[in-house]
Every structure is written in C-alpha cells, then in structure tokens.
Antibody, heavy 120, light 108 residues
Framework: QVQLVESGGGVVPPGTSLRLSCEAS????????MHWVRQTPGMGLEWVAV????????YFSDSVKGRFTISRDNSQNTLYLQLHSLRAEDTARYFC?????????????WGQGTLVIVSS | SSELTQDPAVSVALGQTVTITCQGD??????ASWYQQKPGQAPVLVVY???NRPSGIPDRFSGSGSGNTASLTITGAQAEDEADYYC???????????FGGGTKLTVV
C-alpha cells in the first residue's frame, strides 16, 4: 500500500537549518509531483511547497520563499525539504503529500508528519 | 483574493445532512478539494474535482460548486464524521495551493 514517512524533525534554535525527508513506497514515486504542507499545533493547514515529478519545477509559499528549498531523489523514492533561517513561526508539523495529477485534483496520500519546533 | 474562507464551526444532528462551504474568487475558475482531519491524524482527501470521491470514501460525502462557493455535503452524518474539514484549491497562475481555514464539524 502507499506509504509516506517523514523524518528529520526536532527542536532547533532560531536561525538554524534542518532537513526533512519523506520516504515513499507502494507507488511509482517518479510519476508524481509532491508537496509539503505544515500545520501549527491546534491550527489549520498551510501549503509550503511543491516539486514536479522530475524535479525541474518548484514553487513555494510567500512565507518560506527564499528560506526553504525542496528537492527529490527519484532513485531513492525520497522527497526533501531543507529549512534555513528558521523562525519561531516555522514551528509546525510538516506533512509530505502526493499530488493526484493534472488538472489539480488534490493531495491524495499524506504522511503522518514530522514535528519541527523552533525555540531557543 | 488568494484566500479561501470557511465557517470555523458547524454542527449537525446524527443522521441529518450538513453542508460545509468554502468561498474564494479562485473557485469561480477551479474546483476545490476537501479533506477530513481527525485529532492526531493526517488529513484524508474525501472529495475532489467536480464531485469525485477517492476509493474507500463513503458516498454520503459529495461536492458541488456555484460561483465563488464550493460545498461539501454529508448526507446522513455519522458520529465518525466529527472532524475538521479543509478545502483547498490551486492558483494555476502562481502554481500555489491555498487551504481554507478549516471547519470543525460536531455531530450531536
């Protein structure tokens, strides 16, 4: 069955960097665009970034543009999110999710998320 | 506007029908997708496109849209439907996805 497993979260001081990973299994990873979505505890969902299936196109929300990067290794079925210059407001659970495809039809598979806490 | 607006909370009596709405200018052009999220769990896609359900989603969930409003209807709400519901849509020109603020559904 389809599985997405995030890792790499933790407690980090402001201004530092962190790399999140999302390991995919149960489907042909290289066929799908992939997203990162975050959720502050007790709050709503916030879209963070998307990467095309071949890794050539990437887009970010205004709140993270210039600080976060997204990449993937299709040979390892893994999606990454590199977080730089972390701020307290980046504290959230970060989910990776699979894009159903074009035209946009929602995110049909989600991992359980990895928690990032930015605190001194 | 790039925003999607949802009512913060809605309640429904067990077995009755409830509609959750999502408003935003982009919905005049693009469909919304709908997600259910229970406490401590990841979101689950329940409706997408014009009115499509992923495999395994009960047919009591349905979607519709008119003008700048998308709607998720649960016909015959069950206790297990109590959850937070989020809409999203894509802004193709910006290649972004936007989520609504979420609606907490209580089944009484």
């Amino acid at each position: 069955q389809v599985q997405l497993v995030e890792s790499g979260g933790g407690v980090v001081p402001p201004g530092t960097s962190l790399r999140l990973s999302c390991e995919a299994s149960g489907f042909t990873f290289s066929y799908y665009a992939m997203h990162w979505v975050r959720q502050t505890p007790g709050m709503g969902l916030e879209w963070v970034a998307v990467l095309s299936s071949d890794g050539s196109k990437r887009y970010f929300s205004d709140s993270v543009k210039g600080r976060f990067t997204i990449s993937r290794d299709n040979s390892q079925n893994t999606l990454y999110l590199q977080l730089h210059s972390l701020r307290a407001e980046d504290t959230a659970r970060y989910f990776c999710a699979r894009d159903q495809g074009l035209p946009y039809s929602g995110l049909d598979q989600w991992g359980q998320g990895t928690l990032v806490i930015v605190s001194s | 506007s790039s925003e999607l607006t949802q009512d913060p909370a809605v309640s429904v009596a067990l077995g009755q029908t409830v509609t959750i709405t999502c408003q935003g200018d982009r919905l005049r052009t693009y469909y919304a997708s709908w997600y259910q999220q229970k406490p401590g769990q990841a979101p689950v896609l329940v409706v997408y496109g014009k009115d499509n359900r992923p495999s395994g989603i009960p047919d009591r969930f349905s979607g519709s849209g008119s003008g700048n409003t998308a709607s998720l209807t649960i016909t015959g709400a069950q206790a297990e439907d109590e959850a937070d519901y989020y809409c999203d849509s894509r802004d193709i020109s910006a290649n972004h996805v936007v989520f609504g603020g979420g609606t907490k559904l209580t089944v009484v």
